[in-house]
């Protein structure tokens, strides 16, 4: 009766960071031979406002880059970047396929073309534009890990779109690559453990989610994740381990209190699993989930007891409060007509 609790696990990380130029970057400087002095000293003088935090006159500055030399990839690429800090992405997108036109052998201006369009897909509302963006990043990075085959954040947020694609075989060999480049990023791990996660491979992602663990203690999401993989194993007392460790790093959450209470109660320890659901509600009183949990906890108990009408009260209670929150559970609605006593002595 207790439903599968929701985890974190298909919330792989993205590294959104974008690769800004330090200082007066010329390695992109692709136009003429000579090099447009007027263009250089333009995205010069660009660079320095930018950095200085006058970006519309930074913006002018980079645009008179371009007019003296439309090849200038630097400059296209600095004008990207100054999208990005407004968050202006459609713009910075123009600017960036500018930049990896001119130079198609540029790292910086791929990476952050790819960061782009995975920022566009997070605030799609449209699923056709959603997948639309990831295969553009996913383009751009396949260009970018050619260009650098062994940088870390590259392979890692192309990992992540693939995953996000539902091709995981593809992400699980985009993740290793990342992990073959930064041995010692947890980050890394931890969507190694996601992956696995989602097609099945349980026992690959337990290891995934302890090497990770043991670079980065204090993870409380993938402690989630280890103690919900155990659980789909079956091996709910050792879930308990780390869902424990998740309330202590973050005693605000309900969401290891709920995967507690879940644990308990298959457990069949009902005063555990009601403590720890209550524990859960008081964090979060409008937690549908916890609220169905503990309702569950006590009809059982009432099943067990049959004499004990305080339970059952109880326990519907807490499904009727479940159901105020989220209406839209058919299942409990039928739980509470079939344990709601008929009255025996209706009025006429």
């Given at each position: ?329 058919q299942d409990l609605i039928r739980l509470v007509t079939k344990y709601t006593p008929q009255d025996t002595n209706p009025e006429l």
């Open positions: 009766m207790i439903r599968s609790m929701p985890t974190s696990k298909l919330l792989v990380i993205l590294r959104l960071t974008t690769v800004f130029a330090t200082g007066c970057d010329f390695s992109g400087l692709a136009g003429n031979v000579d090099g447009d002095a007027a263009a250089i000293n333009h995205y010069a003088k660009g660079q320095i406002l930018a950095e200085s935090g006058d970006l519309d006159a930074a913006l002018e500055e980079l645009l008179q880059a371009i007019r003296s030399d439309p090849e200038l990839s630097a400059a296209h690429s600095a004008i990207g970047d100054i999208h990005r800090k407004r968050g202006s992405h459609r713009l910075a997108v123009g600017a960036y396929q500018n930049a990896c036109r001119t130079n198609p052998y540029a790292f910086r201006p791929h990476y952050n073309l790819g960061v782009t369009y995975q920022a566009l897909a997070q605030a799609a509302e449209a699923i056709e534009n959603y997948t639309k963006y990831l295969k553009e990043a996913v383009n751009v990075y396949l260009r970018a890990v050619v260009i650098r085959e062994d940088d870390f954040d590259a392979n890692l947020n192309l990992s992540a779109c693939y995953f996000q694609l539902g091709k995981y075989d593809l992400a699980e060999e985009y993740c290793n690559a990342a992990i073959a480049s930064d041995p010692k990023s947890p980050q890394a791990y931890s969507n190694l453990g996601i992956i696995y996660d989602s097609h099945n491979q349980l026992y690959k992602a337990v290891r995934a989610y302890k090497d990770s663990l043991e670079l980065d203690t204090n993870q409380p999401k993938i402690l989630l994740n280890l103690g919900s993989t155990y659980m789909r194993q079956g091996l709910c007392k050792a879930a308990l381990s780390p869902f424990h460790l998740a309330a202590r790093q973050s005693p605000e959450d309900p969401a290891p209190f709920r995967q507690m209470g879940q644990a308990y109660y298959r457990l069949k320890q009902y005063d555990k699993a009601v403590k720890a659901y209550q524990q859960a509600i008081s964090l979060k009183p409008k937690d549908a989930t916890a609220l169905r949990g503990l309702g569950t906890v006590h009809i059982t108990q009432f099943v067990l007891a049959r004499d004990n009408a305080e339970l059952r009260d109880l326990g519907l209670a807490a499904w009727r409060q479940s159901l105020e929150i989220e209406p839209d559970q």
